[in-house]
């Protein structure tokens, strides 16, 4: 009988722990999941992690970036309330 996934426990984790550090370790033993598994689902999810040292990584926001207007792109505040 196959092992059951352990990604519901690990987003979760992630999802409760969004803005702090953690080494793989720890991770690891708050999750209860191998080290393997838990760098491949870093690995596949990459957007979620910032590597602070060596083994440890900054959980990210799911929005990482904001995008905004180039200065070429200007547009009136007229056009703007238009649209």
Partial sequence: MPK?????????????????????????????????????????NAIKFTQTTYGSYLINSEITSITTLDSTDNISDEEWENN
Wanted: with cysteine.
């Fill in 4 to 44: 059951p996934s352990k990604t519901p426990a690990i987003e979760a984790f992630v999802n409760a722990n969004v803005g702090k550090t953690f080494s793989t370790k720890e991770m690891c033993e708050h999750i209860g999941c191998s080290l393997p598994t838990m760098l491949s689902y870093i690995k596949a």
